[in-house]
């Protein structure tokens, strides 16, 4: 073997570490990328967020998402507080964040029966009611037209059992509060796509009903572009089937498929839960909170293959999906942490509350690529 100078040898090593490091950089998967020629891979991002609080959780969104959601400040007790005020601080920051890093920006909810101004509810005139919600939608869509690709119209309208809701929107003009929130919003900003929005959307009843009310939307000649399908879901249920016959039929409608606010809980939930209304309380106990301290390895297991499963399925019918939008970006910021039972540690995510990915996350990965060259590309 040749003798070789010290500064050679020294460079060597440099440049095998420096080969190493880009290797290590390489092996990083990412979603925004791996699912860019199929649907948008969306995050609800909360206030802090927004805010640019955390470059750690900053990062992340950047690197793994290619359009966000607001979790909560656009809705209307945040951003029209008063009769005669607006409150867009937050709401520009939203879009500015979303701008500046060239993603897809999709608002959430202009109207919904639920976080509603407080001064809303008292409206007791039908006349009144109409008038409100055409200038709530129009100031709120007008104002960032050209820069919110689409919009949650009208979100949670209807019951598990496949009726309307009652809420001072339906009270006051019955069913066509629903067509009227679209014409207003169609109107603002013509070039939005505009979506239902709703949960337990796998739900036959529910199905059926939200059916009849987007074909009677139509059947006035009015824009309505998609149906969000709320991915709330846990490890055994919905199954894989009552999804895809849900996609297929909303799709059948000439409208886009969005999976919403996806999420799916590793634990149990109390047996009188239904959907996602987030007025049910329900008390907490051991058996209701089994992993307290971190989610077990078997159960790290279901979690991926549920989100595999699921992910096969969204490819399947990638002609279909427009977005997936996961509600949150990681497990220490999730909803179900409080949600049905206050105080749980929840697991529904792709990535911990270190902000690591975990098993799921990879196997979210691999549905998108092949298995084997997928491993070797890690390997290299």
């Not at 990328?33 to 967020?49: C, E, H, L, P, R």
């Not at 796509?193 to 949960?199: E, G, I, Q, V």
């Not at 149990?268 to 989610?295: D, H, T, V």
């Not at 992910?311 to 179900?336: A, E, P």
Request: aromatic share 12%; hydrophobic share 35%.
């Amino acid at each position: 073997m040749k003798n070789y100078p010290l500064f050679l040898f020294l460079l060597s090593t440099i440049t095998i570490t420096t080969c190493n490091a880009q290797n290590n950089t390489k092996k990083t998967p990412n979603l925004k990328d791996t699912f860019k020629k199929d649907f948008y891979i969306g995050a609800a991002i909360n206030q802090s967020q927004i805010e640019e609080k955390n470059p750690a959780e900053n990062a992340l969104i950047v690197s793994q998402f290619s359009s966000i959601t607001a979790e909560n400040i656009m809705k209307s007790m945040f951003t029209h507080p008063q009769k005669d005020k607006y409150d867009f601080g937050l709401t520009d920051k939203f879009v500015a964040f979303g701008q500046k890093n060239n993603m897809f920006i999709h608002g959430h909810t202009l109207i919904w029966h639920s976080q509603l101004a407080h001064w809303m509810t008292e409206i007791k005139d039908s006349t009144e009611m109409k008038n409100v919600m055409k200038e709530h939608i129009t100031t709120i869509v007008s104002r960032y037209k050209g820069k919110i690709g689409s919009w949650d119209v009208v979100n949670e309208a209807v019951n598990d059992d496949g009726t309307v809701r009652k809420s001072v929107f339906s009270n006051l003009l019955g069913e066509n509060f629903l067509a009227y929130a679209f014409e207003f919003a169609s109107k603002a900003d013509p070039k939005a796509d505009l979506y239902y929005n709703d949960y337990s959307m796998t739900n036959p009843a529910k199905r059926e009903t939200v059916i009849r009310l987007v074909k009677g939307i139509q059947a006035k000649g009015i824009k309505i572009d998609g149906i969000g399908m709320q991915g709330h879901w846990q490890l055994n249920s919905p199954t894989i089937d009552e999804i895809e016959k849900s996609i297929l039929a909303y799709s059948s409608l000439g409208v886009k498929v969005a999976i919403t606010e996806l999420d799916v809980s590793a634990l149990p939930s109390p047996w009188e839960m239904k959907g996602a209304e987030i007025s049910q309380r329900f008390e907490n106990s051991p058996k209701m909170n089994p992993y307290p301290n971190g989610l077990p390895d078997s159960v790290q297991v279901q979690l991926a293959k549920r989100y595999e499963d699921i992910f096969k399925l969204f490819l399947k019918h990638k002609d279909k999906i427009s977005r997936v939008t996961f509600w949150g970006i990681n497990d220490g910021q999730s909803w179900l942490n409080d949600f049905p039972i206050k105080g749980r540690t929840n697991y529904p995510l792709l990535f911990d509350r270190e902000l690591k990915p975990k098993k799921a996350f990879y196997s979210v990965i691999e549905t998108a690529q092949d298995k084997q060259s997928f491993k070797k590309k890690l390997k290299n």
